[in-house]
């Protein structure tokens, strides 16, 4: 359910470590992100940071990183540990949401084409489209939450 203020607890162990990318987003009732997570290509963990993203960990592939999120989105504030070490405490949300109705697990970047402003009418194909990238798996365990408020 929706939630203003929440713990959010996952455990998550990847293939690989240099190679695709996972975006993890707590998103509002429109869809809009108020925190990402992402464990990127090079084996790091980032967070977005306004327009930045910060660097909290590093991951190797085979392990199990389990995770606790407690979020409040009043204050705009989140932190995070994981295996029971703090790595982020009392991060803003990188954009204000009203409340946090779902969470979001999406390989790849955001996708943002077709918008608003594309061409009705196009005689091209999308760059690369089909063209093969390599392998990345992550697995996902145990997701919970909890809704405080």
């Given at each position: 359910?929706?939630?203003k203020k929440m713990?959010?607890?996952?455990?998550?162990?990847?293939?690989?470590?240099?190679?695709?990318m996972?975006?993890?987003?707590f998103?509002?009732?429109?869809?809009?992100?108020?925190i990402?997570?992402?464990?990127?290509?090079t084996g790091?963990v980032?967070?977005?940071?306004?327009?930045r993203?910060k660097?909290?960990?590093?991951?190797?592939?085979?392990?199990?990183?389990?995770?606790?999120?407690?979020?409040?989105?009043?204050?705009?504030?989140?932190?995070i540990?994981?295996?029971?070490?703090?790595?982020?405490?009392?991060?803003?949300l990188f954009v204000?949401?009203e409340?946090?109705?779902?969470?979001?697990f999406?390989?790849?970047?955001v996708?943002?084409?077709?918008d608003?402003?594309?061409m009705?009418?196009?005689?091209?194909?999308?760059?690369?489209?089909?063209?093969?990238?390599?392998k990345?798996a992550?697995?996902?365990?145990?997701?919970n939450t909890?809704k405080i408020r």
């Amino acid at each position: 359910p929706a939630a203003k203020k929440m713990n959010m607890e996952f455990s998550l162990t990847t293939a690989q470590n240099n190679t695709g990318m996972l975006d993890i987003e707590f998103q509002d009732a429109k869809g809009t992100a108020g925190i990402r997570i992402t464990f990127d290509s090079t084996g790091s963990v980032l967070t977005k940071a306004g327009a930045r993203y910060k660097n909290i960990m590093k991951y190797k592939a085979g392990e199990q990183y389990n995770f606790k999120i407690q979020l409040d989105a009043d204050s705009r504030v989140y932190s995070i540990s994981v295996n029971g070490k703090d790595v982020l405490k009392a991060a803003l949300l990188f954009v204000p949401v009203e409340a946090i109705s779902r969470i979001v697990f999406r390989t790849g970047q955001v996708r943002r084409y077709p918008d608003i402003e594309s061409m009705p009418d196009q005689d091209f194909d999308v760059p690369n489209a089909g063209d093969p990238v390599n392998k990345a798996a992550f697995f996902i365990y145990n997701l919970n939450t909890q809704k405080i408020r």
